[in-house]
């Protein structure tokens, strides 16, 4: 199995920076993708972007994954009322025992903006 552990939500007020930190553990054999989705009140959930290495930057998000420590990073700039949602780690893996990918999904961290 595959435990994906979120970290560094909260509050924030508009215009400001937040990080967020997952960091995946157990049976490990192999990573593929990895990323961030979010879910916002009264909406379905919403991909950001999931990266195999590397770093993405979608507008104002950067997306950024450190492969030696299983850890993808969510850096979030310019922060609007409208990004508050619970953001979600997503990961594709493969784990001993098991002889396929599966896509296995963090508890989610809230993070709320303020006018």
């Known amino acids: 199995q595959v435990q994906l552990v979120e970290s560094g939500g909260g509050l924030v007020q508009a215009g400001g920076s937040l990080g967020l930190s997952c960091a995946a553990s157990?049976?490990?054999?192999?990573?593929?993708?990895i990323g961030w989705y979010r879910q916002a009140p009264g909406k379905q959930r919403e991909l950001l972007a999931t990266?195999?290495?590397?770093?993405s930057t979608k507008g104002r998000f950067t997306i950024s994954r450190d492969n030696a420590k299983n850890t993808v990073y969510l850096q979030m700039n310019s922060l609007k009322p409208e990004d508050t949602a619970v953001y979600y780690c997503?990961?594709?893996?493969?784990?001993?025992?098991?002889?396929?990918?599966?896509?296995?999904w963090g508890q989610g961290t809230q993070v709320t903006v303020s006018a």
């Open positions: 997503y990961a594709r893996g493969l784990s001993s025992g098991s002889a396929y990918f599966q896509d296995y």
């Open positions: 157990g049976s490990i054999v192999s990573m593929n993708s």
């Open positions: 990266i195999t290495r590397g770093a």
